[in-house]
């Protein structure tokens, strides 16, 4: 696609439901990451993956956080039992990744998560 | 753990002032320091820095990678109110994850 495309663009969800996230990056880049913004805050990293792995998984800040990538392309972050502190925007980048060299990363325009 | 710090943290300014921001940085087996302007949602890429490319420059905006003292800095001269954002800066370590600073805001004020 011509952009990191991400959905749902908004999302309000009861306490305790599960939420799916989609990430879909720029055809042909291996690097994909999810990052996680609290209002007034700077970019919290949750995870990486390079293809269909994830070397670095540390961000995660749960085990109700879980995330996957398929076909080396998109991505799903699952939240399960939600909690209201979950409220942020989540948002997805990718780049070429290792195997390119150094490139910048694309963002994706975000999903606002709304907990109540 | 890599760590990235901004300062100030915010700041404002009249239309037309010049002003600069700082990033430093530790972290493991450093590659690259990229800086982002947020003004929405999605930040937007503005400069990539390396060991081979420590300035950049683009239009009122310039940026130096100081690989000694671990910083870069980010410079706007003239600023317009259009320039009011908050600026990120991270910097891609090992198995290039990139980290992020918290961020600086910048007010232009007409």
């Known amino acids: 696609g011509a952009g990191v495309s991400q959905s749902p663009s908004n999302k309000v969800t009861e306490k305790g439901k599960d939420v799916e996230l989609r990430c879909d990056p720029i055809s042909g880049h291996t690097a994909l990451y999810w990052y996680r913004q609290s209002l007034g805050q700077g970019l919290e990293f949750l995870i990486y993956?390079?293809?269909?792995?994830?070397?670095?998984k540390s961000g995660l800040p749960s085990d109700r956080f879980s995330a996957e990538r398929t076909g080396g392309s998109v991505s799903t972050l699952t939240i399960q039992r939600t909690q209201q502190e979950d409220s942020a925007v989540y948002l997805c980048?990718?780049?070429?990744?290792?195997?390119?060299?150094?490139?910048?990363?694309?963002f994706g325009q975000g999903t606002r998560l709304t907990v109540v | 753990e890599d760590k990235v710090v901004q300062s100030p943290l915010s700041l404002v300014v009249h239309e037309g002032d010049t002003v600069t921001l700082n990033c430093s940085y530790e972290?493991?087996?450093?590659?690259?320091l990229l800086w982002y302007k947020q003004e929405k949602k999605a930040p937007t890429f503005l400069f990539m820095l390396t060991s081979s490319g420590i300035e950049k420059k683009s239009g009122r905006l310039s940026s130096i990678l100081d690989k000694k003292e671990l910083s870069s800095i980010l410079n706007i001269t003239a600023t317009q109110t259009g320039d009011s954002a908050i600026y990120l800066c991270?910097?891609?370590?090992?198995?290039?994850?990139?980290?992020f600073g918290k961020g600086t805001l910048l007010t232009v004020n007409p």
């Open positions: 972290v493991t087996n450093f590659r690259s």
């Open positions: 993956f390079q293809g269909n792995s994830a070397p670095d």
């Open positions: 991270a910097v891609g370590g090992s198995n290039y994850k990139l980290t």
């Open positions: 980048a990718s780049s070429l990744g290792s195997d390119r060299g150094d490139t910048e990363a694309f």
